[in-house]
């Protein structure tokens, strides 16, 4: 019983410190996200930022546009699949529209940045710190959080709203689609029933899921980096941790942010 | 006057002592070799010397700062007067090797580009490298990289220069060259050098002194010939490298016995 109890007590103080560990270094961050702006911030930060910009957004468009067209067509052909028996066709519509942007395009690009960047965010600081870079640029007198950090945390911040609303746009463009050839549903008829069907705060919602989950995969994966210790194998390990913990946080700040939303009668 | 000064240093790891209360001077201008065998505790005595790591108690003072109770600011201010040139080199793989030692001059100075172009074009000349500074560094040999990472810690002309096993990993011709460049910058920029080495060729090629370290303790402190003359058993184990007969004692001896009466009953 007492082993049960203190195994109970480990995981719990390991748990707790590991969320402790991440909110210090989000403050941390956040003290330094000054020196990250264009214009007032260090350029060389704001250059770096700029080019995580391109591999976090840019390099993962075809991924999210093709993750978020297939669940569109998905969720149509269900949704599709259950209304036709009702006559309710034209709640697909509203199905897909609602659907994508309050939750899934913001929840699908999260997903895809975890397993892409999150993972490269983790295997490029544990490398750094297996091959004492992390300890070189201390030495350097630069701070290893404003240093690596903060522009990725800024790419995330812009890259990940970004990429949601183009995955709603193509997980609605799917749903269309979808219309088009099921119902011969003229196009724009169709986007005009997707405006009549979502009002701005189903839009500002979605975003301010998109901001949580870039915060979440950003600091997750950099702090699996900066704990790894030892050598490749710790890497590799970081880099699981990294996706595991970000997509399973991920989920249940959506739970929560959901829930919020709905409880405070902003849905 | 001393540039570095350690007092009473104790380091400890989960509760187990590595360093034990070590005294030791360090004066403008001279080469300090940190000699001992492997965990003996040099390599943890030179990251609390160049601030990565904070004792348990005891003090360093670095230019009349006592680095283990200062500030971060007052860290890096005293960072940036030391160089330091890695095991592994450290040098950043996502920059050229140019980049790699015109970092801090762009970041830490205010020097025009053609200025800091001119200043690493020199310091990578001072280590024969100015042919290579368009190369990334893993394009360069393992001697290359120390090379390398030697005009990096030169960048903003430190008053401290420190290697950690300058000539691990490399040949003795590469070794040996590494040590008559240690030897040319001290002489050159009248620089105070620490190196920690277990290459005893090395050690009495470029130390002014030697100090020894085994089971985080200091045997002896001395200039080369006192060391060469010391009748210390600890130093003489290690400069005429006497094995510790780890293979025979009791517990082995019985492993081994036992493992062949094994085999022969398998016979």
Same mark, same amino acid.
């Given at each position: 019983?007492?082993?049960?109890?203190?195994?109970?007590?480990?995981? =719990?103080?390991?748990?707790? +410190?590991?969320?402790?560990?991440?909110?210090?270094?989000?403050?941390? =961050?956040?003290?330094?996200?000054?020196?990250?702006?264009?214009?007032?911030?260090?350029?060389?930060?704001?250059?770096?930022?700029?080019? %995580?910009?391109?591999?976090?957004?840019? @390099?993962?468009?075809?991924?999210?546009?093709?993750?978020?067209?297939?669940?569109?067509?998905?969720?149509?052909? %269900?949704?599709?699949?259950?209304?036709?028996?009702?006559?309710?066709?034209?709640?697909?519509?509203?199905?897909?529209?609602?659907?994508?942007?309050?939750?899934?395009?913001?929840?699908?690009?999260?997903?895809?940045?975890?397993?892409?960047?999150?993972?490269?965010?983790?295997?490029?600081?544990?490398?750094?710190?297996?091959?004492?870079?992390? +300890?070189?640029?201390?030495?350097?007198?630069?701070?290893?959080?404003?240093?690596?950090?903060?522009?990725?945390?800024?790419?995330?911040?812009?890259?990940?709203?970004?990429?949601?609303?183009?995955?709603?746009?193509?997980?609605?463009?799917?749903?269309?689609?979808?219309?088009?050839?099921?119902?011969?549903?003229?196009?724009?008829?169709?986007?005009?029933?997707?405006? @009549?069907?979502?009002?701005?705060? +189903?839009?500002?919602?979605?975003?301010?899921?998109?901001?949580?989950?870039?915060?979440?995969?950003?600091?997750?994966?950099?702090?699996?980096?900066?704990?790894?210790?030892?050598?490749? +194998?710790?890497?590799?390990?970081?880099?699981?941790?990294?996706?595991?913990?970000? =997509?399973?946080?991920?989920?249940?700040? @959506?739970?929560?942010?959901?829930?919020?939303?709905?409880?405070?009668?902003?849905? | 006057?001393?540039?570095?000064?350690?007092?009473?240093?104790?380091?400890?790891?989960?509760?187990?002592?590595?360093?034990?209360?070590?005294?030791?001077?360090?004066?403008?201008?001279?080469?300090?070799?940190?000699?001992?065998?492997?965990?003996?505790?040099?390599?943890?005595?030179?990251?609390?010397?160049?601030?990565?790591?904070?004792?348990?108690?005891?003090?360093?003072?670095?230019?009349?700062?006592?680095?283990?109770?200062?500030?971060?600011?007052?860290?890096?201010?005293?960072?940036?007067?030391?160089?330091?040139?890695?095991?592994?080199?450290?040098?950043?793989?996502?920059?050229?090797?140019?980049?790699?030692?015109?970092?801090?001059?762009?970041?830490?100075?205010?020097?025009?580009?053609?200025?800091?172009?001119?200043?690493?074009?020199?310091?990578?000349?001072?280590?024969?490298?100015?042919?290579?500074?368009?190369?990334?560094?893993?394009?360069?040999?393992?001697?290359?990289?120390?090379?390398?990472?030697?005009?990096?810690?030169?960048?903003?002309?430190?008053?401290?220069?420190?290697?950690?096993?300058?000539?691990?990993?490399?040949?003795?011709?590469?070794?040996?060259?590494?040590?008559?460049?240690?030897?040319?910058?001290?002489? #050159?920029?009248?620089?105070?050098?620490?190196?920690?080495?277990?290459?005893?060729?090395?050690?009495?090629?470029?130390?002014?002194?030697?100090?020894?370290?085994?089971?985080?303790?200091?045997?002896?402190?001395?200039?080369?010939?006192?060391?060469?003359?010391?009748?210390?058993?600890?130093?003489?184990?290690?400069?005429?490298?006497?094995?510790?007969?780890?293979?025979?004692?009791?517990?082995? #001896?019985?492993?081994?016995?036992?493992?062949?009466?094994?085999?022969?009953?398998?016979?």
């Amino acid at each position: 019983m007492a082993t049960v109890l203190e195994g109970i007590g480990k995981k =719990t103080i390991a748990h707790l +410190d590991y969320v402790g560990s991440l909110n210090i270094q989000l403050w941390s =961050t956040l003290r330094a996200m000054g020196s990250v702006l264009p214009f007032v911030g260090n350029r060389y930060r704001w250059k770096e930022s700029v080019r %995580q910009m391109l591999e976090i957004g840019v @390099d993962a468009l075809p991924m999210v546009a093709l993750m978020a067209v297939s669940t569109g067509f998905i969720l149509a052909m %269900q949704g599709a699949s259950e209304l036709r028996r009702f006559g309710a066709m034209h709640y697909v519509i509203d199905l897909v529209a609602v659907g994508f942007t309050r939750e899934l395009g913001p929840l699908l690009t999260a997903i895809a940045v975890s397993g892409r960047s999150g993972s490269a965010f983790a295997a490029e600081i544990g490398t750094m710190e297996v091959t004492e870079e992390i +300890d070189a640029l201390r030495v350097m007198a630069f701070e290893p959080v404003e240093f690596v950090l903060a522009p990725k945390y800024l790419a995330a911040l812009i890259a990940v709203p970004c990429l949601s609303i183009l995955s709603n746009l193509c997980g609605i463009l799917a749903g269309g689609l979808f219309m088009f050839f099921s119902t011969r549903l003229a196009p724009l008829l169709y986007f005009r029933y997707v405006l @009549d069907s979502i009002v701005l705060r +189903d839009v500002i919602t979605g975003l301010i899921k998109s901001v949580a989950f870039a915060t979440i995969i950003a600091h997750v994966g950099c702090l699996e980096g900066f704990r790894v210790r030892g050598g490749p +194998d710790a890497v590799g390990r970081s880099t699981t941790s990294a996706v595991v913990r970000s =997509t399973f946080l991920v989920v249940v700040a @959506d739970a929560v942010f959901t829930a919020i939303f709905y409880f405070t009668g902003k849905m | 006057m001393s540039i570095i000064s350690i007092r009473n240093l104790v380091v400890e790891y989960d509760g187990r002592r590595v360093l034990d209360g070590l005294n030791l001077d360090i004066e403008q201008g001279e080469t300090m070799v940190l000699l001992g065998g492997s965990g003996c505790g040099k390599s943890t005595l030179l990251r609390h010397i160049i601030g990565l790591e904070r004792p348990k108690s005891g003090s360093i003072t670095i230019k009349g700062t006592d680095i283990t109770r200062c500030s971060l600011a007052e860290l890096d201010h005293i960072r940036r007067s030391i160089g330091v040139a890695f095991q592994s080199a450290a040098l950043f793989n996502s920059l050229s090797v140019e980049d790699n030692v015109a970092l801090t001059l762009r970041e830490h100075t205010a020097l025009a580009p053609s200025i800091i172009d001119l200043v690493v074009w020199m310091k990578l000349a001072v280590v024969g490298l100015a042919d290579f500074g368009k190369l990334q560094p893993q394009e360069l040999s393992g001697g290359m990289k120390k090379r390398a990472a030697v005009a990096r810690a030169l960048a903003l002309d430190p008053e401290i220069l420190v290697f950690d096993e300058p000539s691990a990993g490399l040949d003795p011709i590469v070794a040996a060259d590494l040590d008559e460049l240690i030897l040319l910058l001290k002489e #050159a920029f009248q620089m105070t050098v620490i190196v920690v080495t277990h290459e005893l060729p090395s050690a009495f090629r470029i130390a002014d002194r030697i100090a020894m370290l085994s089971k985080g303790l200091f045997v002896t402190v001395g200039t080369k010939e006192q060391i060469r003359s010391s009748q210390s058993p600890l130093v003489r184990q290690f400069l005429d490298r006497v094995p510790d007969n780890m293979a025979k004692t009791p517990a082995i #001896a019985d492993y081994f016995k036992r493992y062949l009466q094994t085999q022969e009953a398998f016979e």
